[in-house]
Each structure stands twice: as structure tokens, then as C-alpha cells.
């Protein structure tokens, strides 16, 4: 079974443009949580969406968005970049939304000049 | 507030030299704690889930014990690719998959 993949895999964005990130979940899971992990905050929880609802999200700035479509994939957004946006963005995926073991993809690099 | 600290932040061992890592947790309600492995520029590499104290799950080397304050992460004679960036997370008894992940314990295995 393939895993999540993740596109693109590296980005070089300026400050204040957009950014849309998409994660194809593992067949047949349901559910697809986003992180960003950053040397000094670690990995922290953006959103989660379940059957193209978001069912819960982190503390972020409304800035950052994300969507999810029929099919399960999902996109996430960035809007008006700044220098601390710069992260490796992970999307992991379950088969249910609750008692499920998630599993990550490989990430999107961004790096915010 | 809900916290997940891991220590050490960096080993260091010769092969076949056996550790623990810890993971200690303070949060309101746990439904599960996992345990991940991340190497330089990938994504994080499910080994385990753990849900009540006194359970314990092996894999190779690994063993992961859990009680109601913290984990272990035992590696046995290690090897050099063992070598990784090993994660603890809890996922809270809110119904979501929120995990909420410790900062890591970075592990270098030389030959």
C-alpha cells in the first residue's frame, strides 16, 4: 500500500505571497492532520479534517487554512508569508478520526525569503 | 496545559551500548501515546502505541514501556542505524487526532 505522499517536497516562497500545499493520504484513510515542525518549536498541531470537515485546529493565525476534498486529499494554505513560516510541513493519516495510529508523509520544505 | 518532555535531547552510544530514552507526560486525559522515529529530512516513522500503564510493545531492538506518568524507550545493543530522532506523543481524550509531541531525543549510534 503506498504511503502518504506530499507535494511539492521543497518550495522557496518571498515574504507576503501564498503558499498551497496538497497531502494524498494513504488509500482508504479518512482523516488527514497537518503539522509543522520548526528546530525550535518542534512539531505542533495545525488542523484536522475528517470527511471534508475540519474537526479541530491548533493555535495558528487565521492565516494559515486547509480544505479537504471528496476523495480524502487535502491542501493547506499559507497566506501573506512571513520569515517564520519557514518549516517542514508534515501531513499524517488515519483510517477513522479518534483511536487510530497516524501515519506522516514525508513532508513539504518552505523556506520564507 | 498539556506538556510532553523527553530527555535526554541528544545520545550518544557505542554499538551494542544499551539505553532508555524518557518520555514524561503531564496532560488531562491520555488516549494513547506513540512513539515515532524521524531521520535527517523525512517525515516521522510509526513503532508504537501504548494506552494503559503497565502495557509494553517490542519491535527488533525496541521496547516501549508505558506507567501513568511517563515511557521508556528501551534500545538493546543498538546499531549505527539506529540512529535517528525518536518522537513521543500523546493524543488527548478530547475525540481528535491531535497529538501533542515531545522535542525529541536525538540518538547517534557509532560503529
Known amino acids: 500500500k503506498a504511503g502518504v505522499t506530499q507535494t511539492p517536497r521543497y518550495l522557496i516562497k518571498t515574504r507576503g505571497q501564498q503558499v498551497t500545499l496538497s497531502c494524498s493520504p494513504i488509500s482508504g484513510h479518512r482523516s488527514v492532520s497537518w503539522y509543522q515542525q520548526t528546530p525550535g518549536q518542534g512539531l505542533q498541531f495545525l488542523f484536522e479534517?475528517?470527511?471534508?470537515?475540519?474537526?479541530n485546529k491548533g493555535n495558528f493565525p487565521g492565516r494559515f487554512s486547509g480544505r479537504q476534498f471528496s476523495n480524502s486529499r487535502s491542501e493547506m494554505n499559507v497566506s501573506t508569508l512571513e520569515l517564520g513560516d519557514s518549516a517542514l510541513y508534515l501531513c499524517a493519516s488515519s483510517f477513522l478520526s479518534v483511536e487510530e495510529t497516524q501515519y506522516f508523509g514525508p513532508g513539504t520544505r518552505l523556506l520564507v525569503l | 496545559e498539556d506538556q510532553v518532555t523527553q530527555s535526554p535531547e541528544a545520545l550518544r552510544l557505542q554499538e551494542g551500548e544499551s539505553s532508555s530514552l524518557n518520555c514524561s507526560y503531564t496532560v488531562s486525559g491520555l488516549r494513547g501515546l506513540f512513539w515515532y522515529r524521524q531521520d535527517p529530512g523525512k517525515g516521522p516513522e510509526f513503532l508504537f502505541t501504548l494506552y494503559s500503564a503497565g502495557e509494553e510493545k517490542e519491535k527488533e531492538r525496541l521496547k516501549a514501556t508505558l506507567t501513568k506518568k511517563e515511557s521508556f524507550l528501551h534500545i538493546t545493543a543498538p546499531k549505527p542505524e539506529d540512529s535517528a530522532t525518536y518522537l513521543c506523543a500523546v493524543r488527548l481524550n478530547t475525540g481528535f487526532q491531535k497529538l501533542v509531541f515531545g522535542t525529541g531525543t536525538r540518538l547517534l549510534v557509532s560503529p
Open positions: 479534517y475528517f470527511s471534508e470537515t475540519q474537526r
